[in-house]
């Protein structure tokens, strides 16, 4: 079951529509709403022009050649896949982008990369492919009629919490695409967050807040503030600045900011943040 209310997190969709299942023998019609949800899950939501669709695939797969697995791998394995996820990309950025289009999820920890990065090095991008299609997790979530579909953000598809919050790390909202909806792009959003095992807060992808990305050199612990008596400093990360003095035609939007702050401070901080047109992202305590 999916953790708080969907629409807040960002995958009401996801929750509200049921997975694509293809019954043999089904209507051309059928076949084609099959078709647009593989290239809407496998290929991060993005356009697809006509001519850059899988023809033959297609075509073998409407005359019951290939079960909606085997069609799965064929447009994971096509250069469409490959040039916008794979030779273009940074290499840990594309195996957790293999994760959320193969398998649904983030990636586990350290060693599950290194796994798929050795299969990389040794095997190569296509052997990497059938990796997670020919795993028995995705035989047993998907089978072989089963559209793959995001389900990271339940939590019989997490073993641990910061796998769970991981997932909003790479799934912000049903609309926006892997690559283009994202601010990461091509870089690595996970890498630092999986080798340390560091949760992130999970925040609605409605407004300011979710356009947070944590600036270089910013720590998540607290590295000689000061605190409280009671040893209270809390992570505060802001993002939306505006400078209010220059027209709404022309407004500029400063760098995300991370801010470590005292308890008894807080109050104090925010309403400079809020003076200053800041947009709070999350407030975790560290």
């Not at 005359?63 to 490959?82: D, I, M, Q, T």
């Not at 193969?102 to 299969?119: A, N, Q």
Request: hydrophobic share 35%; net charge neutral.
């Amino acid at each position: 079951m999916p953790f708080g209310p969907a629409s807040r997190l960002g995958v009401s969709l996801f929750d509200e529509t049921p997975p694509v299942e293809w019954v043999p023998g089904s209507s051309d019609e059928d076949a084609e709403i099959v078709i647009r949800a593989v290239y809407r899950q496998v290929l991060g939501n993005a356009y697809v022009m006509e001519s850059e669709r899988l023809t033959v695939p297609e075509s073998q797969f409407k005359r019951g050649e290939l079960s909606v697995r085997e069609f799965v791998r064929a447009v994971a394995k096509s250069e469409l896949y490959r040039s916008r996820f794979f030779t273009s990309c940074a290499r840990y950025r594309a195996i957790e982008l293999n994760f959320r289009h193969l398998l649904g999820r983030p990636p586990l920890d350290l060693e599950e990369m290194r796994m798929h990065s050795t299969i990389l090095d040794t095997q190569g991008f296509e052997a990497d492919i059938d990796s997670y299609l020919d795993s028995d997790e995705y035989q047993s979530t998907f089978g072989e009629n089963f559209v793959p579909y995001i389900r990271g953000y339940k939590t019989e598809a997490c073993d641990s919490m910061v796998q769970f919050t991981h997932t909003f790390e790479l799934v912000r909202g049903a609309s926006s695409s892997s690559l283009k909806g994202d601010l990461a792009g091509k870089a690595p959003k996970l890498n630092a967050l999986v080798i340390n095992q560091t949760p992130t807060p999970v925040i609605s992808p409605a407004g300011d807040g979710s356009t947070f990305r944590n600036p270089a050199g910013s720590a998540r612990t607290r590295l000689g503030v000061g605190a409280t008596d009671s040893g209270k400093v809390y992570r505060i990360e802001v993002t939306g600045y505006r400078a209010n003095a220059v027209s709404k035609v022309s407004r500029f939007r400063r760098s995300n900011r991370v801010y470590l702050v005292p308890f008894d401070e807080l109050s104090t901080a925010y309403q400079k943040i809020h003076r200053d047109g800041g947009v709070i992202s999350s407030i975790t305590a560290v």
